[in-house]
Structures are given as structure tokens and as C-alpha cells.
T-cell receptor, first 114, second 111 residues
Framework: DAGVTQSPTHLIKTRGQHVTLRCSPI?????VSWYQQVLGQGPQFIFQYYEKEERGRGNFPDRFSARQFPNYSSELNVNALLLGDSALYLCASSLGLLTNEKLFFGSGTQLSVL | SQQGEEDPQALSIQEGENATMNCSYKTSINNLQWYRQNSGRGLVHLIL?????REKHSGRLRVTLDTSKKSSSLLITASRAADTASYFCATDENAGNMLTFGGGTRLMVKP
């Protein structure tokens, strides 16, 4: 079975532009989460979706939005990009929302904002 | 904000030696997990310890949890060059499996 897949792997944008990142979870997983990882730091939670509904949101501005589709894939959108949005964006999937469930991560999308 | 602080931030050892890294967190938890990340790419789950457990083993990994001190440690025994990676602890501060990660320990194992 394929793991979590993310696209694109790398992306270069300029300030003020918007970006859409995509994620396909492991087959059978209904939960998708997004994390931002700035160089040298640990991942920070952005969103969690389950059965197409937002179940959690981290401390990120409204420029960040996401959605989950009927096939459980997900998109993360960031508007009005800032230099500080440059980071590795990680998608993770899990079967559900239980606290004892581990997350399966994709390889990430490296976003550079110039 | 990040829940945990990891110590040390960087660790360099020789192959065959043991590596110990520590994690502290701030709020009560149900579970604590450890993840590994190679070269800034995706994270891989290593081990989960529940709040009512004090120690757990998985192969060359040993994890301890002290809820009174809000701290955990990860021990990698007989390290190998392939263990070179960043290691992160993560807690369920936000409920469910919306994880809060620490800042990580960057481990280098020299052959």
C-alpha cells in the first residue's frame, strides 16, 4: 500500500501570492492533519480534518485554510504569503481521532517564499 | 507554541554507544509519542507510551515517562550510523491525536 503522498515536493512563491498544497492519506485512513515545520524547529499543528469536517485548528492566521474531500484527500491553502511562511509543510494521516493513534507522515512540501 | 523542550538539542556519539535524549512537557497528557525525522523530511513513529506506563521497550529503544516531573526519555542502545536523525517527542495536549511536538534532538552517530 502507498503511504501518505504530498504534492508538490518543492515550491517557490513570492510574497502576496497564494499556494495550494495537496495530500493523499493512506488508504482507509479518514483523518488528515497538517503541520508546519520551520527550519530547526519541531512541527506545529495547523489543522485536523476527519470525515470532511474540521476537528481542530492550531494557532495560525485566517490566511491558512484547508478542506477534505469525499475520498479523504486534503488541500491546504495559504493566501497572501509572507516570508515567514517559508517552511516544510507536513501532512499526516490516521485511522481516526483517538489519542493513542499514531500518525503517518508524508515527505512534506518545502515552500520557499521570496 | 511548542509543548515540549528537548535536551540536548544536539548529540554526537560513536557507533556502538548509547544515546539518551530527554523531553519535558507542560500540561497533563494521556500519551506521549516519539518520532524520528531523517534529513528534514517526513516523520516516522517510533513508540507510544501511555500516561499510566513508566517504561516501554521496542527493539533497541527504551522510553521512560515520569508524569510527576512531566518528562520522558528516549534511550537508543548500541547506536548505528543509520540512527543519525532528528528525534521529537509529541504529546496530546490538544486532545485526540492533534499532537504538540518538542523542538527535537539532532543525533549524529559517527561510524
Amino acid at each position: 500500500d502507498a503511504g501518505v503522498t504530498q504534492s508538490p515536493t518543492h515550491l517557490i512563491k513570492t510574497r502576496g501570492q497564494h499556494v495550494t498544497l495537496r495530500c493523499s492519506p493512506i488508504s482507509g485512513h479518514k483523518s488528515v492533519s497538517w503541520y508546519q515545520q520551520v527550519l530547526g524547529q519541531g512541527p506545529q499543528f495547523i489543522f485536523q480534518y476527519y470525515e470532511k469536517e474540521e476537528r481542530g485548528r492550531g494557532n495560525f492566521p485566517d490566511r491558512f485554510s484547508a478542506r477534505q474531500f469525499p475520498n479523504y484527500s486534503s488541500e491546504l491553502n495559504v493566501n497572501a504569503l509572507l516570508l515567514g511562511d517559508s517552511a516544510l509543510y507536513l501532512c499526516a494521516s490516521s485511522l481516526g481521532l483517538l489519542t493513542n493513534e499514531k500518525l503517518f507522515f508524508g515527505s512534506g512540501t518545502q515552500l520557499s517564499v521570496l | 507554541s511548542q509543548q515540549g523542550e528537548e535536551d540536548p538539542q544536539a548529540l554526537s556519539i560513536q557507533e556502538g554507544e548509547n544515546a539518551t535524549m530527554n523531553c519535558s512537557y507542560k500540561t497533563s497528557i494521556n500519551n506521549l509519542q516519539w518520532y524520528r525525522q531523517n534529513s528534514g523530511r517526513g516523520l516516522v513513529h517510533l513508540i507510544l507510551i501511555r500516561s499510566n506506563e513508566r517504561e516501554k521497550h521496542s527493539g533497541r529503544l527504551r522510553v521512560t515517562l515520569d508524569t510527576s516531573k512531566k518528562s520522558s526519555s528516549l534511550l537508543i542502545t548500541a547506536s548505528r550510523a543509520a540512527d543519525t536523525a532528528s528525534y521529537f517527542c509529541a504529546t496530546d495536549e490538544n486532545a485526540g491525536n492533534m499532537l504538540t511536538f518538542g523542538g527535537g534532538t539532532r543525533l549524529m552517530v559517527k561510524p
